[in-house]
T-cell receptor
């Protein structure tokens, strides 16, 4: 069963604005990852945050993790039209399983 | 980074026929590969875990006799959709695991 839930389901912003997407999950995790998917394409790995980390940065991306609330957020700063895509969080389960459970995703549209 | 390919990228088949999709890890060996299914505007759902040299492990609700998985080598896993029906039309994505999962570009299956 899916345990990741993203909100909002869809987000439309103007170029230059920041985009924030949230993800909640239900069980304890080792890691949480964010992926990007352009329409009809495969997944691109963006960033991984471990359960003992609270914040991580990569370029214009900032990810936070709150394990007490079982939630994570992905912030894209200074968005560009090329950032238009669907963004998914994925969690693994504690216990060494390699399985990933994906959230429903947020469809981000950045208008030029 | 590690590269995973899928073949074909798109396939159209008639109802009742079988279709084979290949997933290859191009520059690393993967003892474990995963097969996901994605319906339009939805998230990825794990179908099965493919282990080299052993039987695949299917997720609940996935028909093993319909979705045949063969992981014949450390770089190749195949998914065969047998006796395909229009409701099997979907986007199928594989991933190969080497410390983390690397995703293929996906295969769009349309059953007419």
């Amino acid at each position: 069963s899916q345990q990741g839930e993203e909100d909002p389901q869809a987000l439309s912003i103007q170029e230059g604005e920041n985009a924030t997407m949230n993800c909640s999950y239900k069980t304890s995790i080792n890691n949480l990852q964010w992926y990007r998917q352009n329409s009809g394409r495969g997944l691109v790995h963006l960033i991984l945050i471990r359960s003992n980390e609270r914040e991580k940065h990569s370029g214009r991306l900032r990810v936070t993790l709150d394990t007490s609330k079982k939630s994570s957020s992905l912030l894209i700063t200074a968005s560009r039209a090329a950032d238009t895509a669907s963004y998914f969080c994925a969690t693994d389960a504690q216990g060494g399983s390699e399985k990933l459970v994906f959230g429903k995703g947020t469809k981000l549209t950045v208008n030029p | 980074g590690a590269v995973v390919s899928q073949h074909p990228s798109r396939v159209i088949c008639k109802s009742g026929t079988s279709v084979k999709i290949e997933c290859r890890s191009l520059d690393f060996q993967a003892t474990t590969m995963f097969w996901y299914r994605q319906f339009p505007k939805q998230s990825l759902m794990l179908m099965a875990t493919s282990n080299e040299g052993s039987k695949a492990t299917y997720e609940q609700g996935v028909e093993k006799d319909k979705f045949l998985i063969n992981h014949a080598s450390l770089t190749l896993s195949t998914l065969t959709v047998t006796s395909a029906h229009p409701e099997d039309s979907s986007f199928y994505i594989c991933s190969a695991s080497q410390y983390e999962q690397y995703f293929g570009p996906g295969t769009r299956l349309t059953v007419t």
